[in-house]
């Protein structure tokens, strides 16, 4: 199954259309989006969220979300990944890494990992 992403909601939403111009048949949504949790949603529901719809979640969140995730996984559920964004990462590294991971890889090996952009 092909990856599918979705990106916290303090990432710019034309990343969107910077993936998507590579490959327009990478599915990738962001939280306030029709289908996505909206603004403010707390990090815990947005990887039950994730859970749910099989979406690896895209976040600059480097101080709670991977212990969220954690916990997450502690407590018996699963994720379809995190991706963490490293600090000073440019705009074209994070294009650049979601391209590579929606075109070369499988959403199954994504499963329960956190990792972190640049890879």
């Known amino acids: 199954m092909k990856i599918r992403f979705l ?8 990343l969107i259309d910077e993936v998507q111009a590579f490959d327009p048949s990478i599915d990738i949504l962001r939280i306030g989006m029709k289908g996505a949790p909206p603004f403010g949603t707390q990090d815990p529901d947005i990887l039950i969220y994730c859970e749910a719809e099989q979406r690896a979640l895209v976040t600059d969140n480097r101080r709670t979300m991977p212990k969220h995730a954690a916990d997450h996984f502690a407590a018996g559920r699963h994720h379809w990944g995190v991706l963490v964004i490293r600090p000073d990462t440019t705009w074209g590294e994070i294009v650049q890494e979601l391209r590579m991971f929606g075109g070369a890889s499988e959403a199954e090996e994504w ?3 956190v990792e972190y952009i640049p890879y």
């Open 7 to 14: 990106l916290d909601e303090h990432l710019e939403l034309d």
């Open 111 to 113: 499963i329960d990992r």
